[in-house]
Protein backbone atom coordinates (compact mmCIF):
# COMPACT_ATOMS: atom_id res chain seq x y z
CA UNK A 1 0.00 0.00 0.00
CA UNK A 2 2.88 2.15 0.62
CA UNK A 3 4.70 1.50 -2.31
CA UNK A 4 1.65 2.21 -4.34
CA UNK A 5 1.27 6.01 -2.95
CA UNK A 6 5.11 6.56 -3.61
CA UNK A 7 4.21 5.76 -7.04
CA UNK A 8 1.41 7.57 -7.24
CA UNK A 9 3.26 10.73 -6.06
CA UNK A 10 5.79 10.13 -8.12
CA UNK A 11 3.33 10.12 -11.04
CA UNK A 12 1.97 13.49 -10.08
CA UNK A 13 5.35 14.77 -9.92
CA UNK A 14 5.78 13.82 -13.26
CA UNK A 15 2.85 14.66 -15.06
CA UNK A 16 3.27 18.72 -13.23
CA UNK A 17 6.71 18.99 -15.15
CA UNK A 18 5.49 17.62 -18.42
CA UNK A 19 2.62 20.63 -17.36
CA UNK A 20 5.15 22.84 -17.20
CA UNK A 21 7.15 22.08 -20.21
CA UNK A 22 4.75 21.87 -22.67
CA UNK A 23 3.01 25.39 -21.46
CA UNK A 24 6.68 26.35 -22.31
CA UNK A 25 6.64 25.00 -25.38
CA UNK A 26 3.75 26.33 -26.33
CA UNK A 27 4.36 29.39 -25.15
CA UNK A 28 7.86 30.03 -27.70
CA UNK A 29 5.76 28.69 -30.43
CA UNK A 30 2.97 30.92 -30.00
CA UNK A 31 5.36 33.77 -29.70
CA UNK A 32 7.94 32.41 -32.10
CA UNK A 33 10.87 34.22 -29.84
CA UNK A 34 9.52 37.53 -30.76
CA UNK A 35 9.76 40.23 -28.11
CA UNK A 36 6.33 40.97 -26.40
CA UNK A 37 6.23 44.98 -26.35
CA UNK A 38 3.49 46.79 -24.01
CA UNK A 39 2.14 50.00 -25.99
CA UNK A 40 3.62 52.71 -25.48
CA UNK A 41 1.83 56.13 -23.97
CA UNK A 42 1.30 59.02 -26.15
CA UNK A 43 3.71 61.30 -26.02
CA UNK A 44 3.54 64.50 -25.20
CA UNK A 45 3.86 67.12 -28.17
CA UNK A 46 4.05 70.62 -26.37
CA UNK A 47 5.39 71.86 -23.16
CA UNK A 48 3.01 74.77 -21.28
CA UNK A 49 5.96 77.35 -22.05
CA UNK A 50 5.67 76.55 -26.21
CA UNK A 51 1.79 75.43 -26.20
CA UNK A 52 0.32 78.67 -28.94
CA UNK A 53 -2.42 81.15 -27.45
CA UNK A 54 -5.82 80.25 -27.98
CA UNK A 55 -9.05 81.67 -27.66
CA UNK A 56 -12.97 81.02 -28.59
CA UNK A 57 -16.29 80.27 -27.98
CA UNK A 58 -18.30 79.43 -24.92
CA UNK A 59 -19.23 75.69 -26.24
CA UNK A 60 -15.78 74.86 -27.49
CA UNK A 61 -13.86 75.68 -23.96
CA UNK A 62 -13.87 72.21 -22.93
CA UNK A 63 -12.75 70.82 -26.35
CA UNK A 64 -9.33 73.12 -26.08
CA UNK A 65 -9.39 71.92 -22.34
CA UNK A 66 -9.38 68.31 -23.82
CA UNK A 67 -6.96 69.04 -26.52
CA UNK A 68 -4.11 70.91 -24.01
CA UNK A 69 -4.61 68.40 -21.46
CA UNK A 70 -3.85 65.61 -24.07
CA UNK A 71 -1.43 67.70 -25.89
CA UNK A 72 0.66 68.43 -22.79
CA UNK A 73 -0.08 65.37 -21.02
CA UNK A 74 -1.01 67.61 -18.20
CA UNK A 75 -4.21 66.09 -15.66
CA UNK A 76 -7.09 68.23 -17.08
CA UNK A 77 -8.32 69.94 -13.89
CA UNK A 78 -4.54 71.78 -14.05
CA UNK A 79 -5.29 72.97 -17.26
CA UNK A 80 -6.04 76.69 -17.63
CA UNK A 81 -7.47 78.17 -20.73
CA UNK A 82 -9.86 81.20 -20.94
CA UNK A 83 -12.23 82.10 -23.77
CA UNK A 84 -13.57 85.52 -24.42
CA UNK A 85 -16.55 84.07 -26.36
CA UNK A 86 -17.18 83.93 -30.49
CA UNK A 87 -16.37 87.38 -31.79
CA UNK A 88 -14.16 88.92 -29.36
CA UNK A 89 -11.77 85.45 -30.15
CA UNK A 90 -12.15 87.07 -34.05
CA UNK A 91 -11.01 90.21 -32.68
CA UNK A 92 -8.31 88.81 -31.00
CA UNK A 93 -7.04 86.84 -33.93
CA UNK A 94 -6.86 89.68 -36.15
CA UNK A 95 -5.29 91.82 -33.63
CA UNK A 96 -2.47 89.29 -33.07
CA UNK A 97 -3.57 89.06 -30.00
CA UNK A 98 -3.76 84.67 -30.22
CA UNK A 99 -2.68 82.52 -32.07
CA UNK A 100 -5.32 79.96 -32.93
CA UNK A 101 -9.50 80.11 -32.05
CA UNK A 102 -12.05 77.48 -31.61
CA UNK A 103 -15.05 79.36 -33.00
CA UNK A 104 -18.33 78.86 -35.23
CA UNK A 105 -17.85 80.52 -38.97
CA UNK A 106 -17.17 84.18 -39.05
CA UNK A 107 -20.14 86.16 -39.06
CA UNK A 108 -20.25 89.15 -42.30
CA UNK A 109 -19.00 91.81 -40.01
CA UNK A 110 -16.18 89.61 -38.65
CA UNK A 111 -14.99 88.83 -42.30
CA UNK A 112 -15.16 92.44 -43.06
CA UNK A 113 -13.10 93.39 -40.01
CA UNK A 114 -10.79 90.97 -41.03
CA UNK A 115 -10.35 92.54 -44.64
CA UNK A 116 -9.90 95.77 -43.21
CA UNK A 117 -7.18 94.62 -41.76
CA UNK A 118 -5.45 92.78 -44.06
CA UNK A 119 -5.83 89.96 -42.80
CA UNK A 120 -6.51 86.63 -44.31
CA UNK A 121 -8.60 83.54 -42.50
CA UNK A 122 -7.87 80.26 -42.70
CA UNK A 123 -10.91 78.21 -41.62
CA UNK A 124 -10.11 74.69 -40.92
CA UNK A 125 -13.46 72.43 -39.61
CA UNK A 126 -12.58 70.65 -36.28
CA UNK A 127 -15.68 68.60 -34.98
CA UNK A 128 -19.39 68.83 -36.22
CA UNK A 129 -22.23 70.53 -34.11
CA UNK A 130 -25.56 70.98 -34.91
CA UNK A 131 -27.50 73.64 -34.55
CA UNK A 132 -30.87 72.71 -32.50
CA UNK A 133 -34.09 74.46 -31.05
CA UNK A 134 -35.68 73.81 -27.63
CA UNK A 135 -39.38 73.90 -25.76
CA UNK A 136 -40.39 73.68 -22.49
CA UNK A 137 -41.23 69.98 -21.87
CA UNK A 138 -45.03 70.94 -20.89
CA UNK A 139 -45.08 72.32 -24.74
CA UNK A 140 -46.85 69.47 -26.65
CA UNK A 141 -45.26 70.59 -29.57
CA UNK A 142 -42.44 68.13 -30.44
CA UNK A 143 -41.31 68.56 -34.15
CA UNK A 144 -41.59 71.40 -36.25
CA UNK A 145 -40.41 71.58 -39.69
CA UNK A 146 -37.48 74.01 -41.03
CA UNK A 147 -40.35 75.97 -43.00
CA UNK A 148 -42.44 76.17 -39.66
CA UNK A 149 -39.01 77.58 -38.25
CA UNK A 150 -38.53 80.00 -40.70
CA UNK A 151 -42.05 81.13 -40.27
CA UNK A 152 -41.91 81.67 -36.41
CA UNK A 153 -38.96 83.56 -36.72
CA UNK A 154 -39.94 85.54 -39.68
CA UNK A 155 -43.03 86.60 -37.79
CA UNK A 156 -45.57 84.92 -40.17
CA UNK A 157 -46.18 82.58 -37.54
CA UNK A 158 -47.53 83.65 -34.45
CA UNK A 159 -49.38 81.37 -32.36
CA UNK A 160 -48.58 77.71 -31.65
CA UNK A 161 -52.11 76.57 -32.15
CA UNK A 162 -50.89 76.92 -35.74
CA UNK A 163 -48.44 74.30 -35.72
CA UNK A 164 -50.22 71.87 -33.65
CA UNK A 165 -49.86 73.29 -29.93
CA UNK A 166 -51.76 75.12 -27.75
CA UNK A 167 -53.65 78.24 -28.78
CA UNK A 168 -50.85 80.77 -27.11
CA UNK A 169 -48.61 83.11 -28.86
CA UNK A 170 -45.01 82.70 -29.47
CA UNK A 171 -42.84 84.06 -27.57
CA UNK A 172 -39.44 83.62 -29.83
CA UNK A 173 -35.92 84.21 -27.97
CA UNK A 174 -33.23 85.66 -30.23
CA UNK A 175 -29.33 85.92 -29.49
CA UNK A 176 -27.64 89.19 -29.69
CA UNK A 177 -25.90 89.84 -33.22
CA UNK A 178 -22.72 88.80 -33.89
CA UNK A 179 -22.79 85.98 -30.99
CA UNK A 180 -21.86 81.99 -32.30
CA UNK A 181 -25.57 80.98 -32.15
CA UNK A 182 -27.03 84.16 -33.93
CA UNK A 183 -24.58 83.82 -37.23
CA UNK A 184 -25.88 80.04 -36.95
CA UNK A 185 -29.67 81.50 -36.94
CA UNK A 186 -29.46 83.64 -40.04
CA UNK A 187 -26.93 81.73 -41.87
CA UNK A 188 -28.25 77.76 -41.01
CA UNK A 189 -31.76 78.51 -40.85
CA UNK A 190 -33.10 81.71 -42.25
CA UNK A 191 -31.04 81.27 -45.78
CA UNK A 192 -31.71 85.26 -46.57
CA UNK A 193 -34.83 85.00 -44.84
CA UNK A 194 -35.65 88.70 -42.92
CA UNK A 195 -36.07 87.81 -39.31
CA UNK A 196 -37.85 89.86 -37.32
CA UNK A 197 -36.27 92.24 -35.10
CA UNK A 198 -36.47 91.14 -31.20
CA UNK A 199 -37.72 93.24 -28.60
CA UNK A 200 -35.90 93.57 -25.19
CA UNK A 201 -37.86 90.70 -23.44
CA UNK A 202 -36.86 88.67 -26.30
CA UNK A 203 -33.07 89.04 -26.17
CA UNK A 204 -31.20 86.34 -24.42
CA UNK A 205 -27.53 87.81 -23.79
CA UNK A 206 -25.83 84.40 -23.05
CA UNK A 207 -26.63 80.79 -23.99
CA UNK A 208 -27.30 80.09 -20.59
CA UNK A 209 -29.76 82.67 -20.25
CA UNK A 210 -31.89 81.29 -23.03
CA UNK A 211 -31.85 78.13 -21.55
CA UNK A 212 -32.97 79.20 -18.70
CA UNK A 213 -35.88 81.19 -20.15
CA UNK A 214 -37.46 78.01 -22.10
CA UNK A 215 -37.15 76.31 -19.05
CA UNK A 216 -39.18 78.69 -16.33
CA UNK A 217 -42.54 77.50 -15.72
CA UNK A 218 -44.17 80.69 -16.51
CA UNK A 219 -43.15 80.16 -20.30
CA UNK A 220 -43.66 76.55 -20.13
CA UNK A 221 -45.93 76.46 -23.27
CA UNK A 222 -44.76 79.69 -25.26
CA UNK A 223 -41.05 80.12 -25.56
CA UNK A 224 -38.50 78.67 -28.11
CA UNK A 225 -34.49 79.35 -28.20
CA UNK A 226 -32.10 77.50 -29.95
CA UNK A 227 -28.47 77.28 -29.49
CA UNK A 228 -25.95 74.89 -30.30
CA UNK A 229 -26.34 70.62 -29.31
CA UNK A 230 -23.01 70.40 -27.58
CA UNK A 231 -24.13 73.31 -25.19
CA UNK A 232 -27.80 72.25 -25.03
CA UNK A 233 -27.04 68.54 -23.97
CA UNK A 234 -23.29 68.56 -22.22
CA UNK A 235 -22.48 72.07 -20.82
CA UNK A 236 -26.22 73.56 -19.77
CA UNK A 237 -28.81 71.54 -19.62
CA UNK A 238 -32.38 71.66 -17.93
CA UNK A 239 -34.93 69.02 -16.76
CA UNK A 240 -37.42 71.02 -17.95
CA UNK A 241 -36.46 71.79 -21.77
CA UNK A 242 -36.46 69.34 -24.64
CA UNK A 243 -35.06 69.55 -28.07
CA UNK A 244 -37.45 69.54 -30.88
CA UNK A 245 -37.34 67.33 -34.01
CA UNK A 246 -37.02 68.98 -36.98
CA UNK A 247 -38.51 67.58 -39.97
CA UNK A 248 -39.08 64.19 -38.22
CA UNK A 249 -35.65 63.95 -37.17
CA UNK A 250 -34.44 64.49 -34.04
CA UNK A 251 -30.94 66.01 -32.95
CA UNK A 252 -29.09 62.82 -31.25
CA UNK A 253 -25.36 62.36 -31.50
CA UNK A 254 -25.50 59.47 -33.95
CA UNK A 255 -27.90 61.07 -36.50
CA UNK A 256 -25.59 64.19 -36.30
CA UNK A 257 -22.48 61.72 -37.26
CA UNK A 258 -24.33 60.66 -39.66
CA UNK A 259 -25.69 63.63 -41.61
CA UNK A 260 -29.55 62.57 -41.32
CA UNK A 261 -30.01 65.29 -39.04
CA UNK A 262 -28.77 68.37 -41.58
CA UNK A 263 -28.99 71.79 -39.70
CA UNK A 264 -24.94 71.26 -38.93
CA UNK A 265 -22.25 73.17 -39.04
CA UNK A 266 -19.15 72.84 -37.07
CA UNK A 267 -16.63 74.21 -35.12
CA UNK A 268 -13.34 75.62 -36.52
CA UNK A 269 -10.37 76.04 -35.74
CA UNK A 270 -9.09 79.29 -37.26
CA UNK A 271 -5.74 80.81 -37.76
CA UNK A 272 -4.28 83.68 -39.75
CA UNK A 273 -3.55 82.22 -43.35
CA UNK A 274 -0.23 83.94 -43.24
CA UNK A 275 1.19 81.75 -40.64
CA UNK A 276 4.46 80.40 -40.93
CA UNK A 277 4.36 76.31 -41.83
CA UNK A 278 6.68 75.41 -39.29
CA UNK A 279 4.73 77.18 -36.60
CA UNK A 280 3.51 75.27 -33.35
CA UNK A 281 0.29 77.06 -34.14
CA UNK A 282 -0.05 75.21 -37.21
CA UNK A 283 1.64 72.26 -35.26
CA UNK A 284 -1.44 72.41 -33.12
CA UNK A 285 -4.11 73.01 -36.00
CA UNK A 286 -2.66 69.23 -37.21
CA UNK A 287 -2.44 67.75 -34.03
CA UNK A 288 -6.06 68.84 -33.84
CA UNK A 289 -7.38 67.02 -36.85
CA UNK A 290 -5.24 64.30 -36.73
CA UNK A 291 -6.71 60.48 -35.38
CA UNK A 292 -5.16 61.57 -31.59
CA UNK A 293 -7.05 64.89 -31.59
CA UNK A 294 -10.37 63.32 -33.32
CA UNK A 295 -10.30 60.53 -30.14
CA UNK A 296 -10.06 63.24 -27.38
CA UNK A 297 -12.52 65.38 -28.79
CA UNK A 298 -14.94 62.10 -28.87
CA UNK A 299 -13.79 61.99 -25.37
CA UNK A 300 -15.02 65.44 -24.64
CA UNK A 301 -18.29 64.46 -26.03
CA UNK A 302 -18.12 66.37 -29.32
CA UNK A 303 -18.74 64.54 -32.43
CA UNK A 304 -15.86 63.89 -34.70
CA UNK A 305 -15.24 65.65 -38.23
CA UNK A 306 -12.62 63.19 -39.19
Known amino acids: MKDNKVVINI ?59 NFIKTDINDIEVTHSKTHNAYVNLINGD ?11 DELQLAKENNVELEIVPIVKEAFVFFVNKEN ?9 IQDI ?6 NWKDVGGANNKILAFQRPENSGSQTGM ?8 EMIKPTTETISQSMA ?30 DTMKLLSINGIKPTYENIQTGLYDIQTAYYAVIRK ?33
Open 11 to 69: LLVIIMILVVVACVVAYMCFTNGVEIIEPQQEEAIFSKENYPRIDGSTATLPLAEAFKS
Open 98 to 108: TDLILVTYPSE
Open 140 to 148: PVDNLTLRQ
Open 153 to 158: YSGKIK
Open 186 to 193: IELVMKNI
Open 209 to 238: DIIDVISDYDNRETAIGYSYYYYATTMYTS
Open 274 to 306: DEDENSNTRKLLNAMMSERGQNVAKEAGYVQNY
